[in-house]
Structure formats: C-alpha cells, structure tokens
C-alpha cells in the first residue's frame, strides 16, 4: 500500500496543473508581438540601419526563435516557454527524447507558428477589402472570401479541438496537454535539472576550468537574460491587462507631425494618385488620408507610411465616413 501511494505521490508531482500549461502557452505566444515592439521602435528610430525589419521581421524572428528554441530543447528538452515554468517534454513512455524528436519539436516550434502568422496576415487583407466593400464579384473575389470562411471554420474547430484535449487531460483521458504534443506522442511533465544553479555554484567554489568557466558563463548568462526577459513581459501583460482595447501588438505612440508643406499640398486628396479621395482611409500613425485601394496596395508592398515612411500595416489603417 506504502508503495501504491509513492507511486500516485510521483505521479502526481511530475504532472503539471493546466493553468502552467496554458500559461506556458501564453509566455510563447507573448514573445513575437514582443520582439514586434522592439523591431518597430528600431525601424522607425534607425530607419537606414534596422528599416529591413519592417518587410523582413518574419523571417528575422523565425531565425532568432530556431536559435532560441534549438538550444533549450538540445539542453533542456523544452522549448524557452517550457523550461521557463520548469517543464520539459517527454516520450508519453516516459522515455527521453531523441534527437528525431527534438527535430520534430523544433519543426513545429518554428515553422508551424511562421506559416500560420503568413497565412492569416493574407487572410486579414482579403477581410478588410471585404468590409471596405473593395472586394470584387469575380472568381478571384470568390476565392478570397473562400479562403477567409474556410479559415475561420478552422480556427473553431482547431480551438474546439484544444478544449477538448484540455478536458481530456484534466479527466485522465490522455497525458498529452495540448494536440500538438499528442501527435508527436509527447507529454509534458515537470524537470528536476537545475544546470544554472549547479554552474553557479561549482563557480563560487573554484572548481571549474578556464573552458568550462567561458562556454559556462556564456550559456547561462544567456538563459539568465532571457528569463528574465520573459519574467518582465508576463509581468507587462498583467500589469496592462486592466486597460482597455490594450493589445501588446499595437504599434508605438508617436506625436502627430507638425503641419507642414506635405501636409497642404495633399489637402482634399490622396498623396499617392493625387486625386479626391475614393473610400477616404487615414492612417492613424502618420495622420494622412489616402484612397483604400491606394493606400492598400502601397502597405502590402512597402509596409511604411507613402509620406512619412512611418512603420505601418494594412490592418492599422481606418474607415472615415465624410460628407460628400
């Protein structure tokens, strides 16, 4: 009996509670808006130096999360969010990953999450051509809004399906704590490892070598930084969560432009074809007035202000509704 219950004791500790699994969830999900802020602040501050981030940011931050993601799970075998709330992944065996299932898990960790944000990106262009009513009756109009309704059926059914695989983990019914791990047979159970404290403390004793003391320090003055990155952006998201329409993906406050010769030339109309305004959108970070189509077409090619080369995107810009 003494037995029977060290067992369920062990089996029960090494289980995590599903509010760390969501939270560890959100931690993953918090670093690309993120790291948006800080790319955008970049652009705009050092246009010359950091303005390739604002067309190549995807691509920079899928670099930075494969590096990111490849040395906790080579270390660790969690991602960053994982092993920050002290979790690592398993076989559902309760065997150790191996090296092909750490390639899985970098595969999904990266590319599933960069595919997905491409995708959606199009997506929210073809639904704002459709509310803007710019959306043409053609086969290529018909498509867009087929794409966005199959999207959308999607997202239910996949939110739907990780609902499910919450109320299946909570009753006992499967040991994975999110789909995706289920289809990779993993699970995620608590890690006992601490390689940072151990450095630490073998360092203060003088027991480590020169090579040991450089690759040492570097690593875990590394996780250090990072960690404690992620501590300050729970920390914002929760100290932000009482205001509202608060999104951390909003773009950066600027001051409006002082009124200026630009600003008379293209009075009554749009700055870029020079004509009166047809379907008046104004973009909120520059305050300028364009065209829909105009202003559309210019944001998914340059991802910038036609004016004030202010970072921007298609979903930022606004409808106004003036007299005629």
């Given amino acids: 009996m003494a037995e029977n219950a060290a067992n369920f004791t062990t089996t029960y500790q090494s289980k995590p509670s599903i509010f760390e699994v969501i939270a560890e969830k959100s931690l993953d999900d918090t670093l690309y808006p993120a790291l948006q802020k800080v790319a955008l602040f970049l652009s ?3 246009p010359r130096k950091f303005g390739f981030l604002n067309f190549y940011y995807d691509e920079a931050f899928a670099t930075v999360n494969t590096l990111l993601q ?3 799970l080579k270390y660790y075998d969690a991602s960053f969010s994982e092993n920050f709330y002290g979790l690592k992944r398993i076989l559902l065996n309760d065997k ?3 090296k092909h299932d750490k390639e899985l898990s970098l595969l999904l960790l990266v590319a599933a999450p960069y595919f997905k944000r491409k995708i959606e990106e199009k997506l929210q262009c073809y639904r704002i051509e459709q509310a803007e009513g710019y959306l043409r009756k053609d086969f290529e109009g018909i498509r867009k809004q087929f794409l966005s309704y199959s999207h959308s059926a999607f997202e239910v059914l996949w939110h739907l399906w990780i609902l499910n695989n919450y109320l299946r983990y909570m009753g006992g019914k499967t040991d994975s704590q999110l789909p995706l791990l289920h289809l990779l047979n993993l699970k995620l159970v608590y890690s006992n ?3 940072s ?3 630490w403390m073998e360092l203060f004793k003088g027991n480590l070598r020169i090579s040991d003391l450089s690759f040492g320090l570097i690593r875990n003055g590394v996780s250090a930084v990072l960690e404690t990155s992620a501590f300050f952006l729970q920390f914002l998201q929760a ?3 009482h205001r509202p329409n608060y999104n951390i993906t ?3 406050k600027v001051d409006a432009p002082s009124c200026d010769i630009k600003a008379n030339t293209y009075r009554g109309k749009c700055p870029i074809c020079l004509q ?3 379907i008046p959108t104004v973009l909120p970070i520059s305050g300028y007035i364009f065209c829909f189509k105009c202003i559309s077409k210019h944001l998914q090619e340059k991802k910038k202000c036609p004016v004030t080369n202010l970072p921007a995107r298609l979903q930022d810009v606004v409808r106004l509704y003036v007299d005629s």
């Fill in 239 to 241: 100290w932000n969560a």
């Fill in 193 to 195: 490892e601490q390689p």
């Fill in 70 to 72: 490849y040395y906790y």
């Fill in 276 to 278: 009166i305004w047809l």
């Fill in 250 to 252: 909003d773009l950066p």
């Fill in 96 to 98: 150790p990953l191996t």
């Fill in 44 to 46: 705009s501050s050092f």
């Fill in 197 to 199: 404290q151990s450095f």
